[in-house]
C-alpha cells in the first residue's frame, strides 16, 4: 500500500490540519502503542482510501478521520474512573478542539461526533461516518500488533 505521505491528493487535502501547531501536539500522546498523531493518520488515510473507491465523499472522511482524536488529554496521567469519562466524552473534545481551528462541514462533525457511538450517543447520519467509525474501531488492532512485533514504531517519550 502506498504510503500516505506519498499520496498528493490525499496530503493536498489534510495539508492545513498536519501543519497546525495545536494538532501536531497529538504526537506526544501515547495510543494504542503508537501516538495519536500517528493513530489518527491511520484512521483518515483508511477512511480516505475506503470512500475514495466508494465513490463517496473522501475529502470529509480524510479531514474528519484525522480529526476524530483532537483531544489533548494524557491517559497516562488520570486515574480509571476519568479514563472511563474521557472514552464517552472525546468525540466533544475533538469536535471542539477541530472547531476551534477548523472550517468543518455538517458531515465532517458527524464523523467527529459519532465515531464512538454508542459510548457517545451521537448517532452516525453517514456512511461516511459509518466507514470512519468502523476503521477507527479496527485499526487499533493492527496497531497495537505492529508496536509489538516492530520496536521502531513504539512511542518513545
Known sequence: MKNYYEDKTYIELVEDILNNKEFQKLKHY?????NRLTHSMNVSYH???????LKLNYKAAARAGLLHD????NY??????????????HPVYAFNNSKKN????P?????ILSHMFPLHLTLPKYVESI????????LPFYER?????????????
Not at 477512511?47 to 473507491?53: G, L, N, P, V
Not at 477548523?102 to 462541514?105: I, M, Y
Not at 509489538?148 to 513504539?154: E, P
Open 107 to 111: 458531515i465532517e462533525e458527524n464523523i
Open 76 to 89: 497516562q496521567k488520570i486515574n480509571s474512573k476519568e479514563k472511563i469519562k474521557v472514552l464517552c466524552k
Open 70 to 73: 483532537f483531544f489533548l488529554v
Open 102 to 105: 477548523f472550517d468543518l462541514s
Open 145 to 157: 500488533f505492529q508496536s509489538i512485533v516492530n520496536k521502531d514504531a513504539r512511542f518513545s517519550e
Open 131 to 138: 466507514i470512519v467509525h468502523l476503521v477507527d474501531d479496527f
Open 47 to 53: 477512511s480516505y482510501r475506503i470512500t475514495k473507491f
Open 30 to 34: 501515547k495510543h494504542h502503542g503508537i
